[in-house]
């Protein structure tokens, strides 16, 4: 099993930032990709960004590109998604994801953290 632990949500105002990070431990030693979903509310789960875990390549919804960087931090396992530039449109609860193989089955998911944008 893998648990992974968000941070870093909170409100902030348009043309604002925020860092969220997630931190996965338990069966972590092969770890595939890491990544970021939103969810809006009334809205279906959307891709924002990933991380492959051995090359650190990185891909980024269009939603996301230029505005957020997705990277892998100095601690074993952890991820973190910087976020500039922040639009009411990117209010949505933030999901990590971790994905151990590619393969299903092997996903993973945190609870979840609430990112607000105010106008």
């Known amino acids: 099993q893998v648990q992974l632990v968000e941070s870093g949500g909170g409100l902030v105002q348009a043309g604002g930032s925020l860092r969220l990070s997630c931190a996965a431990s338990?069966?972590?030693?092969?770890?595939?990709?890491m990544g970021w979903f939103r969810q809006a509310p009334g809205k279906e789960r959307e891709f924002v960004a990933t991380?492959?875990?051995?090359?650190?390549?990185?891909y980024y919804a269009d939603s996301a590109k230029g505005r957020f960087t997705i990277s892998r931090g100095n601690t074993q396992n952890t991820v973190h998604l910087q976020m500039n530039s922040l639009s009411p449109e990117d209010t949505a609860v933030y999901y990590c994801?971790?994905?151990?193989?590619?393969?299903?089955?092997?996903?993973?998911w945190g609870q979840g953290t609430q990112v607000t944008v105010s106008s």
């Open positions: 338990g069966r972590t030693f092969s770890m595939y990709t």
């Open positions: 991380i492959r875990w051995s090359s650190g390549s990185t």
């Open positions: 994801l971790a994905d151990l193989s590619g393969a299903a089955g092997t996903q993973y």
